[in-house]
């Protein structure tokens, strides 16, 4: 909590003399072709850059491996059939069709066996017409190979230097019955409120002087029994490695 603390008097500094943007992946894909100088260099886009530091190192919080799960009842009579559609939707000849779409179209094969998107596949609109990389559809495995084929080199390579500042992020556990209840009554209002804070703090419209009734009110809003319960997940996790 204390190091919390510190990271919201930076970031508040930081806010007062106006240096704070949320960069990402998405943010300078998507804004740097907005540009009306944009002409394709870092020098004219908007670049990523490496996480803010202040008493302790930033760092970028990774994307969890297991963004979705899919399953089949099990009282239904057609498991074996749908473990077969899984299976295809996980092969490598699925996955290069989702990822780069269909070759000679959107991308060609070249003599080394990578991939290289074609030309027409710089237009997001047409090449999002093919049905590549839907959301939320289908099982995928995502492809920094073809995302990186998409965007101006310059614009790949800070990725993989940004890549060396991310942490993993909580994973993906199974909660019992009772975890999963007690977090349905208290981690929405939790959640909310330590948003609606972090904001207020880093703006400076609640003073750090108030932190500690901000803690205050996140131990009569139960997060002591949500800490007890993440840190229960955490150490079956640990255990299942």
Known sequence: MRRFKERRFWFNMLFSYLVIARLCFTLYMTYSPQLPYYDGTPETGVVGQVPLSGPHEGYFIGRNPIGLIYGVNADSDKIELACKFLDYAMSEPNQVMYCWGIE?????????????????????????????????????????????????????DVDKMEAQYIKAPWPFIYATEEESMTASMYLVDIQTYVNEMAVSFVTGTTSLDDYDSYLEALDRMNLPEMLEIRTAQYERYKAAL
Do not use: C, F
């Open 104 to 156: 000679g179209l959107s991308y060609v094969t070249n003599e080394d066996g990578s991939r290289t998107m074609t030309e027409q596949a710089a237009d997001n609109n047409w090449l999002q017409s093919l049905g590549i990389n839907p959301a939320q559809v289908l099982p995928a495995q995502q492809s920094v190979e073809s995302t990186d084929a998409l965007v101006p080199q310059w614009h790949a």
